[in-house]
């Protein structure tokens, strides 16, 4: 197969990686890419958004498969775009990208499939948005309907913030906020591919959200996470497959938007049972990092039959190593990151027994150095035959690398049970 794989983040490194070891993929072409992805594959220039550019993009390159690792291009349509060229896509399209383009969407759907979520009410003025905050009460949980980069999400017992952020969302051009009920108990992220007809889960695996250790400070897109989880119900996957992925895959299908690509379930595993928190239409960052290092079967023919609605009878096999990625973010992440410092240590921390970095938000300079270009810089993944080993692994790797101003969780995965 000869692969065009859109992004620039972990994710997308974390995707790459697994794409070239792959002995199917004769060609990887990444777009726009970073500089830890540079051995991987073909890096071009191109708007991801840019659906036209896109398809010409494949065509050109006689690609058999996209694959759209962002969820914006998705949203925009891009998917859509490079379908009517008749090139496969992994990635659904913009009708099927509401599912994580607006919570609002995405609730309705839930209750038409009877997927157990939160209660909520979708508000579209402050007077409604004050009775929201009145009728669920502390602590308030205050989402903006539309896409935020994994940063929409305000859950915090002060009715004064939790209606700041309200006001925020609905000062947006079509703004809207989504108000809901507080769900207690862990929270797990599980990837399911869908080819429009039938969900696969893949592993489950825990993403740490806050920016400080013991979950104190805002809502970032995400700070670390482990798979697998030692504490979780050994028939978690299987629960939301039938409960969740499916019922949600095929009222989809019933109403005309078939869903194909990756179907994130983000779920709270409550008092009262499982429920939904969110759903994203895309592989989730910095989880994939961990999912996807654990995964044996390879990655490009499971994409493929997904994309050409072909993934049923698909059987997975899973190593029986654990994984744990921790994330490097900048000086003033989840904020206003400070960008252009040298990032120095990379090839140090890639020589760690059982761990490698994952470029996220860098940029390589005329002169061959590496700065930093985002948020979220860099993770490493350490892999281990335990949750405890692959920690250690990752730390020592992540301890190699020198950026002013940096900062990390140190708690990721510090106690292998439901707190995150």
Excluded at 7 to 32: C, K, Q, Y
Excluded at 67 to 79: F, I
Excluded at 288 to 300: E, G, H, I, M, N
């Amino acid at each position: 197969m000869n692969i065009l794989l859109l992004g620039s983040g972990g994710r997308e490194h974390a995707i790459a990686r697994a794409l070239s070891g792959d002995p199917s993929v004769s060609t990887l072409v990444i777009a726009p890419g970073n500089p830890g992805m540079a051995a991987l594959g073909d890096l071009v220039a191109v708007d991801v958004l840019d659906g036209r550019a896109v398809a010409d993009l494949a065509a050109s390159r006689g690609i058999d498969l996209v694959v759209v690792g962002p969820e914006a291009p998705l949203v925009a349509g891009v998917a859509d775009a490079v379908r009517s060229r008749g090139i496969a896509v992994f990635g659904p399209s913009a009708a099927a990208a509401r599912l994580e383009g607006s919570k609002a969407f995405a609730k309705d759907v839930m209750a038409a499939a009877h997927v157990p979520t939160a209660a909520a009410r979708v508000c579209s003025t402050e007077a409604e948005a004050e009775a929201a905050l009145a009728e669920f009460g502390p602590p308030h949980v205050v989402k903006d309907d539309g896409l935020a980069a994994g940063k929409g999400v305000v859950v915090t017992d002060s009715r004064e913030e939790a209606l700041a952020h309200a006001r925020a969302c609905l000062g947006k051009p079509g703004g809207a906020v989504v108000i809901e009920e507080f769900l207690d108990g862990p929270e797990v992220s599980l990837f399911c591919l869908c080819d429009g007809h039938v969900a696969v889960p893949l592993q489950p695996a825990q993403d740490f959200k806050r920016a400080y250790d013991g979950g104190q400070g805002p809502n970032t897109g995400g700070m670390g996470a482990y798979s697998p989880l030692p504490w979780a119900p050994d028939d978690l996957a299987e629960d939301v497959l039938a409960r969740v992925a499916q019922p949600v895959v095929d009222e989809m299908a019933r109403r005309g938007t078939p869903f194909v690509g990756l179907l994130y379930c983000g779920l709270a595993l409550t008092s009262r049972g499982l429920r939904v928190v969110e759903f994203n239409v895309r592989f989730g960052d910095p989880e994939t990092q961990c999912v996807l290092a654990r995964l044996v079967t390879p990655l490009a023919g499971l994409l493929r039959d997904a994309a050409c609605g072909d993934l049923g009878g698909a059987v997975l096999a899973w190593s029986e190593s654990s994984a744990v990625t921790v994330v490097l973010a900048a000086a003033g992440y989840p904020g206003a990151p400070r960008t252009g410092d040298p990032v120095r240590g990379l090839g140090e921390a890639e020589a760690t027994d059982g761990a490698y970095v994952v470029h996220a938000g860098t940029e390589e300079r005329p002169d061959g150095s590496i700065v930093s270009a985002g948020g979220r810089v860099l993770a490493t993944v350490g892999i281990g035959p335990s949750v405890p080993e692959a920690r250690d692994a990752a730390y020592a790797a992540l301890r190699k690398i020198n950026l002013e101003g940096a900062h990390f969780r140190g708690d990721i995965a510090a106690d292998v049970h439901s707190s995150c």
